[in-house]
């Protein structure tokens, strides 16, 4: 199976009432733990690279190795996803490269860290949408700026300084026409999101629905979205790491985002906590050991379990058999 549009796999779960999480990836093992965990669980994948992976492994191993994905699980129906692309030329690269879907995070200047005006915001998604779309690829927009900083790039602070505002969420979506639209809720990157369970106050529920309401159609889109489970934390602690106490966004808040509009969910910090806490182990237990995959193949194991398990609790099980891709040329007459 060829690698699919997002918009199209966005489409299939907003009309079966599902999200689909986009997990984030850096080498082999990592795509590995995704797919497997697709095929046990059918479901459709969003897979999604960030400059900073795109520098690690070098564009051409990643597109490789998601090509070797989309051969040896043919039944799954795959999107490859750029994660915050922080300019138009950054976004044209991944799409000349063969990605099915970019972002073009607008809400941060070029320099990834500093808060954009609403002009340019818009003026940069809109060059994106208009190259993008006539290759029939998905655009994904973001408009606030979530908190935290990961691989160099964020807004840092605790995610309440840049809370999307509902109307200005609308009128950008109107203004540049993206097919998925990330907006701030009070989420951070990393694994430091909220020093308790969170509550209303820290996570903004009430504005999602708002945006949802006025954008009933738009697939939004919850980044900063691991919910850092205690037990992955108490791995890497009980192995001699040293994590800090610290809560995610409970798996139940999530839900009640998928009611309300949300169709694709970004998790990468509860994956890096699986694999490390897996390697710990091992280290620690058999200190004998130096053959890499006495520690990658547990690292694999654990992350397939994390995602198997959120495709699950996200609705996306089970969805992979029920969609046909629509090749990007397709694609494209539909936007024209
Ligand atoms: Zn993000």
Same mark, same amino acid.
């Given at each position: 199976?060829?690698?699919?549009?997002?918009?199209?796999?966005?489409?299939?779960?907003?009309?079966?009432?599902?999200?689909?999480?986009?997990?984030?990836?850096?080498?082999?093992?990592?795509?590995?733990?995704?797919?497997?965990?697709?095929?046990?669980?059918?479901?459709?994948?969003?897979?999604?690279?960030?400059?900073?992976?795109?520098?690690?492994?070098?564009?051409?191993?990643?597109?490789?190795?998601?090509?070797?994905?989309?051969?040896?699980?043919?039944?799954?129906?795959?999107?490859?996803?750029?994660?915050?692309?922080?300019?138009?030329?950054?976004?044209?690269?991944?799409?000349?490269?063969?990605?099915?879907?970019?972002?073009?995070?607008?809400?941060?200047?070029?320099?990834?860290?500093?808060?954009?005006?609403?002009?340019?915001?818009?003026?940069?998604?809109?060059?994106?949408?208009?190259?993008?779309?006539?290759?029939?690829?998905?655009?994904?927009?973001?408009?606030?700026?979530?908190?935290? /900083?990961?691989? %160099?790039?964020?807004? @840092?602070?605790?995610?309440?300084?840049?809370? &999307? #505002?509902?109307?200005? =969420?609308?009128?950008?979506?109107?203004?540049?026409?993206?097919?998925?639209?990330?907006?701030?809720?009070?989420?951070?990157?990393?694994?430091?999101?909220?020093?308790?369970?969170?509550?209303?106050?820290?996570?903004?529920?009430?504005?999602?629905?708002?945006?949802?309401?006025?954008?009933?159609?738009?697939?939004?889109?919850?980044?900063?979205?691991?919910?850092?489970?205690?037990?992955?934390?108490?791995?890497?602690?009980?192995?001699?790491?040293?994590?800090?106490?610290?809560?995610?966004?409970?798996?139940?808040? /999530?839900?009640? %985002?998928?009611?309300? @509009?949300?169709?694709?969910?970004?998790?990468? &910090? #509860?994956?890096?906590? =699986?694999?490390?806490?897996?390697?710990?182990?091992?280290?620690?237990?058999?200190?004998?050991?130096?053959?890499?995959?006495?520690?990658?193949?547990?690292?694999?194991?654990?992350?397939?379990?994390?995602?198997?398990?959120?495709?699950?609790?996200?609705?996306?099980?089970?969805?992979?058999?029920?969609?046909?891709?629509?090749?990007?040329?397709?694609?494209?007459?539909?936007?024209?």
């Amino acid at each position: 199976m060829p690698l699919v549009s997002m918009r199209q796999l966005l489409d299939e779960a907003a009309k079966g009432g599902y999200g689909v999480g986009a997990f984030n990836v850096n080498n082999m093992e990592q795509i590995q733990a995704i797919m497997e965990a697709a095929r046990e669980t059918e479901s459709p994948v969003i897979i999604q690279a960030s400059r900073g992976a795109r520098s690690y492994s070098q564009d051409r191993f990643l597109y490789h190795l998601m090509l070797a994905a989309t051969e040896l699980y043919p039944e799954i129906p795959t999107v490859l996803h750029l994660d915050h692309g922080n300019s138009p030329e950054t976004c044209l690269s991944a799409i000349k490269l063969g990605f099915t879907s970019v972002m073009m995070d607008g809400s941060l200047l070029a320099d990834g860290k500093t808060p954009s005006s609403y002009e340019y915001n818009v003026d940069v998604t809109r060059q994106v949408v208009a190259a993008a779309h006539a290759k029939g690829v998905t655009v994904e927009a973001e408009i606030g700026c979530l908190g935290g /900083i990961e691989d %160099g790039h964020g807004a @840092g602070g605790s995610g309440m300084e840049h809370l &999307t #505002d509902p109307a200005q =969420a609308e009128q950008f979506t109107n203004d540049t026409n993206c097919d998925a639209l990330a907006i701030a809720i009070g989420t951070s990157h990393g694994a430091y999101k909220f020093n308790k369970k969170p509550d209303g106050s820290v996570l903004k529920m009430d504005v999602l629905i708002d945006i949802h309401n006025r954008l009933p159609k738009t697939h939004l889109v919850m980044h900063g979205s691991s919910s850092v489970p205690k037990d992955l934390q108490d791995i890497i602690n009980q192995y001699g790491g040293s994590l800090k106490p610290t809560w995610g966004v409970p798996v139940e808040e /999530i839900q009640l %985002g998928i009611r309300n @509009g949300v169709r694709k969910i970004n998790v990468d &910090t #509860d994956n890096r906590l =699986a694999m490390t806490g897996a390697i710990r182990k091992v280290l620690m237990e058999t200190p004998e050991k130096f053959d890499p995959r006495d520690y990658m193949k547990p690292a694999r194991d654990a992350m397939k379990k994390v995602v198997a398990q959120r495709m699950v609790q996200f609705g996306q099980a089970g969805n992979a058999k029920k969609i046909t891709p629509i090749p990007l040329e397709e694609m494209a007459a539909l936007y024209r």
